[in-house]
């Protein structure tokens, strides 16, 4: 929405107020996965693979993943940060003016510097690209494409869920932050490393495995059954994850003006 | 001394009163715990040669690691402090510099104390129940635990004595967040925490040898599993020692003289 | 037209226990008691009215208002303003009140003001020429020329103020809620708040619900009063009813030559009293001013005389003890 981008500037131009610090922070955003991919790469090297997995394949995962989070912290950061919001009564401001509430919470806080962490996942996934032995189609590709904005999707989603929270309770909140750190570093891995549970739970829950699993087959030619659109297509169920988070930030909105905070 | 005492004893008390968020960082470092040891079981799986460290003592690694987070991470939040650098509003804590050392230094002590006790229990006891290979090992024997318990000790305060360095840093810099988001994660790497030492190349592990980051997590937590024997333990509690004292006169030294400078330029 | 009927409401809120134990056993079980924020409110207000709302802390002014902008549903009750139900048709709704809440601020911190103004066009909808018109009348009128492209951070809390209605009024609302529109300002800014308000009614018409503690404002703005407490509405009249019903005592301060006179005068209470100045309660129901100064004329050597009203801080404080509340 056009909107959503005149409320962008506007966050642009405050956050270039303080130039230095943006630096800083965006530097720092950059450094946390790469340390985080050192170590990959130090146990890859002591390893060579993991349950079947070779580096770059991996490393296809960590840079789609991180990149999908990045991206989704940027746009969801006023989610992230809802318990501020609220707890300051200036929901109240937002309920005052005539746009939904998604949009507004939106516009309300975009954090620029995470471009940090999206330029290192860029980098590493352009790196397991050049790294891998396939040839890229341009399906694969799209299906590339898809998978980052699928885990875009997922994670947004995950951080509306626990801005819903907010509503009732602004203690525990950080066990949110098992599903979005949490989950960010689970999905680096491609999904059938981890227990049966694990796995289970990750596919049909949080449908991480639409984004780090299904089309990850079919980029690298893993796949064994069933036709290769629906490898291709299984993103969509991770954008499609959206939708009932949507209802239950609904359901939160209503409640909370039923109660009053 | 007994003004020391006081702050750390108020930080404690202060500190053990977050109890829900203490519940859910409980939650949190349980759930990463084992995504890693799941990680790690993986790796294994097809492994070829021996790794460095058996997949138990990797667990009992682990878990020790998410129990004690706060005693081992240099990565540590306390923002009454850096707003009360940034603000200026460090006027009211100056008496003379080398007690503001150590004034700050039983306060961060305490509140890293706090925040370990009303979370290692409860991790340590679900870590103990797991079916294995998840589950924490005991000690091989009563001295290693001994040598483990002393080993931590030290460790807590090596760690504190280098988070002093970045305070002092923020004097310098102004900004928070920026110079301890790049100290704080290199410093973690090299301690140990984003993967055991043992499993770096060779290369790398002789420079973190060299550094005191390993003293404060790598070396307590492997003399916990034996994987660091008596002897060598011994003598790398000495060691320990050895780098904190020369941390804390460093520490002391140098935010001395930062105070100096900030107390002429009267910001 | 802005009607009110029966409106109700009620919170839950959770009991505070102290101690350990009673601390654990919050975590599992809540024990709440019901607050009756509200029980049966009604009035009407008709457009171009400036209605104060008055009431002590916690009587359920804020919630009578969050109802009224369609933030906050009511258990029981309607509301009709303009034809609409307010937290039923929000977003359309909302495009026609504007809200200054005095403690909080709608402008975005670091940017300067006019790009608060721009994005607020933009979130409103405000067609280019409606809103170059309202921002020039504006600026003009609440003198922001020189302030309008700095930061709202840098701005004194009286700056800011003006700042703040002129964005509440940007798309032309038909119904303004004023909450606290002059708390912390110094005198000056009080002033040209006031005068503001009352322009803006006169010449827009448009109808303006103020929340104050400050009385002056009331005495200053409001031609009716609402009076809320303990969440009941206990008085629905104009500022000059309430005066004739309360206050019919004036204040006499009188400088003289020196006197021994103890001043013993019919509906006279002496207030204090040295030989050469004293302060005097007049209660008009039983004797007039006049009387009274031409009595203390022939009694003492007046050198100086001032008559005053009673505050009307005075006269809701009365009110209030009528009510108990």
């Not at chain 1, 949490?182 to 999905?187: F, I, P, T, V």
């Not at chain 3, 916690?58 to 208002?65: D, E, L, P, V």
């Not at chain 3, 009511?74 to 039923?88: L, Q, S």
Request: aromatic share 12%; glycine share 8%; net charge positive.
């Amino acid at each position: 929405m056009i909107l959503y981008f005149k409320y962008l500037r506007m966050l642009f131009k405050a956050q270039m107020q303080y130039r230095a610090s943006f630096l800083l922070l965006s530097i720092g955003q950059c450094v946390a996965p790469l340390t985080v991919f050192a170590g990959l790469y130090i146990l890859f090297q002591r390893f060579g693979q993991i349950q079947g997995w070779s580096f770059y394949e991996v490393a296809l995962t960590f840079g789609v993943i991180h990149m999908a989070f990045s991206i989704s912290e940027c746009f969801a950061r006023g989610f992230d940060s809802f318990s501020v919001l609220v707890g300051g009564g200036d929901f109240d401001r937002l309920l005052v003016r005539p746009r939904g509430t998604v949009v507004q919470v939106m516009g309300s806080r975009f954090e620029f510097t995470r471009i940090g962490r999206l330029a290192q996942g860029t980098i590493v996934l352009v790196w397991a690209i050049a790294g891998l032995d396939i040839v890229w189609t341009a399906p694969k590709l799209a299906t590339l494409a898809l998978m980052v904005t699928s885990g875009v999707f997922i994670f947004t989603g995950i951080f509306i869920l626990a801005a819903t929270l907010c509503f009732w309770t602004i203690q525990g909140l950080e066990v949110a932050n098992i599903f979005t750190d949490g989950g960010r570093e689970m999905a680096q891995y491609p999904l059938n490393i981890y227990e049966k549970w694990a796995t289970r739970f990750f596919t049909f829950v949080i449908p991480f495995g639409c984004v780090n699993y299904y089309p990850l087959l079919y980029v690298l030619d893993r796949t064994n059954s069933g036709p290769d659109i629906a490898y291709m297509l299984a993103p969509l169920a991770g954008i499609a994850f959206i939708i009932p988070c949507l209802l239950v930030w609904r359901f939160g909105v209503r409640h909370y003006r039923s109660t009053g905070s | 001394m007994r003004t020391y005492r006081s702050v750390f004893k108020l930080r404690l008390l202060l500190g053990m009163q977050y109890r829900a968020a203490a519940l859910a960082g409980v939650a949190t470092q349980f759930f990463w715990g084992f995504m890693l040891i799941m990680i790690y079981r993986a790796f294994y799986l097809h492994a070829s040669g021996q790794p460095p460290m058996s997949l138990e003592e990797l667990a009992s690694y682990i878990w020790l690691q998410q129990a004690f987070l706060a005693l081992v991470a240099l990565w540590f939040r306390d923002n009454e402090l850096f707003t009360l650098i940034t603000t200026g509003n460090i006027a009211y804590e100056l008496c003379r510099p080398a007690d503001l050392y150590g004034f700050w230094y039983a306060k961060l002590l305490g509140m890293r104390l706090s925040a370990a006790i009303l979370r290692c229990i409860p991790i340590l006891l679900v870590a103990a129940f797991l079916p294995a290979p998840y589950r924490i090992q005991l000690p091989p024997d009563a001295s290693a635990f001994v040598l483990f318990a002393a080993a931590l000790l030290l460790g807590l305060l090596l760690v504190v004595a280098i988070s002093m360095f970045l305070y002092i840093s923020v004097f310098v810099t102004m900004s928070p967040t920026g110079s301890m988001i790049v100290f704080g994660l290199i410093g973690e790497f090299l301690a140990g925490l984003t993967i055991p030492v043992p499993y770096m190349p060779s290369w790398l592990q002789q420079i973190v040898y060299a550094l005191p980051f390993r003293w404060t997590a790598d070396f307590p937590f492997r003399v916990y599993s034996g994987n660091i024997p008596h002897d060598e333990a011994l003598i790398g509690l000495a060691v320990q020692v050895v780098w904190l004292l020369s941390l804390t006169l460093l520490g002391r030294w140098l935010l001395g003289r930062t105070m100096r400078k900030v107390v002429v330029q009267g910001g | 037209m802005i009607a009110v009927e029966r409106l109700s409401k009620s919170f839950k809120v959770a009991k505070r226990r102290t101690g350990l134990w009673q601390a654990a056993k919050a975590l599992f079980v809540r024990e709440h008691t019901l607050v009756r924020a509200l029980s049966d409110i009604s009035f009407t207000i008709r457009p171009g009215e400036i209605v104060g709302y008055i009431g002590p802390n916690g009587a359920g002014k804020s919630t009578t208002i969050k109802i009224m902008s369609g933030i906050l549903v009511p258990d029981e009750g309607r509301c009709d303003v303009f034809g609409f139900t307010p937290w039923k048709d929000r977003v359309e709704y909302v495009r026609n009140i504007g809200v200054v809440f005095g403690q909080r601020t709608q402008l975005w911190w670091d940017v300067p003001v006019i790009d608060s103004f721009e994005l607020l066009k933009d979130i409103y909808r405000i067609p280019k020429t409606e809103y170059k018109a309202n921002v020039d009348m504006l600026v003009d009128t609440l003198q922001l020329e020189s302030i309008v492209h700095t930061p709202v951070r840098q701005l004194s809390l009286g700056q800011r103020m003006r700042c703040e209605i002129a964005a509440s009024l940007l798309h032309g609302p038909r119904l303004l809620f004023l909450d606290e529109p002059t708390i912390g300002l110094d005198a000056v800014s009080k002033i040209a708040v006031r005068k503001f308000v009352k322009t803006i009614n006169k010449e827009k018409g448009v109808t303006v619900i103020l929340t104050t503690h400050d009385m002056n404002d009331i005495e200053a703005l409001a031609d009716r009063i609402l009076l809320i407490g303990g969440g009941s509405l206990l008085y629905d009249g104009t500022l000059q009813s309430l005066r004739s019903r309360f206050g019919t005592r004036r204040t006499i301060t009188i400088d003289y030559r020196e006197t021994a006179d103890r001043l013993d005068l019919p509906g006279v209470e002496v207030a204090s009293w040295t030989p050469e100045r004293a302060v005097l309660h007049v209660d008009t129901e039983r004797a007039t001013v006049s009387e009274t100064i031409a009595l203390l004329s022939s009694r003492v050597e007046l050198k100086d005389v001032a008559v005053e009203a009673q505050p009307i801080e005075e006269i809701i404080v009365q009110l209030y003890k009528e009510h108990r509340i």
